[in-house]
């Protein structure tokens, strides 16, 4: 079993940075693919950007490209999302997940375990 935790979620200005964090506990991430997702007020929940613990491997959705960076720290098995340059349209609520696959995963669906969610709002 793996629980995640998020952190880092906020209020911020347009063009202003954050920084989330997903911690994991239970085990340690080394097999894992793991990812952030984003659900806005009154839509559906959608992919942000994935890493391969393993490989590095990245994936990023065509929104956040240039402007959010995934991240991992083995020693903390922490998974990170800089997110710079943010604009009203990122204000939702940020998801991470841990899938047991070892390459970037897009899908929400083939993901096993969600953290709880935390909340980034950007005013314009």
């Known amino acids: 079993q793996v629980q995640l935790v998020e952190s880092g979620g906020g209020l911020v200005q347009a063009g202003g940075s954050l920084r989330l964090s997903c911690a994991a506990s239970?085990?340690?991430?080394?097999?894992?693919?793991v990812g952030w997702f984003r659900q806005p007020p009154g839509k559906e929940r959608e992919f942000v950007a994935a890493i391969s613990w393993s490989s590095g491997r990245t994936a990023y959705a065509d929104s956040v490209k240039g402007r959010f960076t995934i991240s991992k720290d083995n020693a903390k098995n922490t998974v990170y999302l800089q997110m710079n340059s943010l604009k009203p349209e990122d204000t939702a609520v940020y998801y991470c997940?841990?899938?047991?696959?070892?390459?970037?995963?897009?899908?929400?669906?083939?993901?096993?375990?969600w953290g709880q969610g935390t909340q980034v709002t950007v005013s314009s």
């Open positions: 997940a841990a899938a047991a696959l070892r390459i970037p995963i897009v899908v929400a669906a083939l993901y096993d375990y």
């Open positions: 239970g085990r340690t991430f080394s097999s894992y693919s």
